[in-house]
């Protein structure tokens, strides 16, 4: 982990480890398995101000019943953020297959496949994004 990091995590009080005389700062293994956790989470997609609000249990004396359902609401709706993300990129995928399969092979009929399914993310894309507009969707409007 680069220095910068550390130290800026350290300023933010996301991981506070101890001062040698020096001023250098000394890692204790809880230290060092806190970085491990944090770039867990950064890796499951979560940002430093969660982690940092949620997770400092660590410096907690104290863990209530009520701070753990706190934090598995939080970890169910950021499961269920991260399935329509999936959901989101899957669709873009299996468009970027067809549309790879469509220029190796282009003809009408790959085409007009290629077509309805933009159609098809172009709805769901409608139905989440109010701001994407109707125009220009002519016959092709639901």
């Known amino acids: 982990m680069p220095k910068d990091t550390l130290r800026y995590y350290d300023r933010i009080g996301i991981v506070s480890p101890t001062r040698e005389n020096n001023r250098y700062r000394k890692y204790s293994e809880d230290d060092i398995i806190e970085l491990m956790n944090i770039q867990i989470m950064q890796y ?14 660590r410096k907690m004396k104290n863990i209530t019943p009520d701070y753990c359902e706190e934090v598995a609401a ?8 991260m399935r329509k993300k999936i959901a989101h990129l899957e669709k873009v995928s299996w468009l970027l297959n067809v ?33 994407i507009s109707k125009e220009g969707c002519g016959e092709h409007e639901d």
Do not use: C, Q
């Not at 939080?74 to 953020?81: G, I, M, P, Q, S």
């Not at 549309?99 to 309805?116: G, I, K, P, Q, Y």
């Open 44 to 57: 499951a997609d979560l940002s430093l101000e969660e982690i940092r609000g949620k997770f400092g249990f």
């Open 74 to 81: 939080f970890l169910d709706a950021k499961n269920v953020e």
């Open 99 to 131: 549309a790879v399969e469509t220029l190796r092979d282009f003809n009408s009929e790959s085409d007009h496949v290629l077509a309805v399914i933009v159609h098809e993310i172009y709805k769901d894309i409608r139905k989440t994004e109010p701001g």
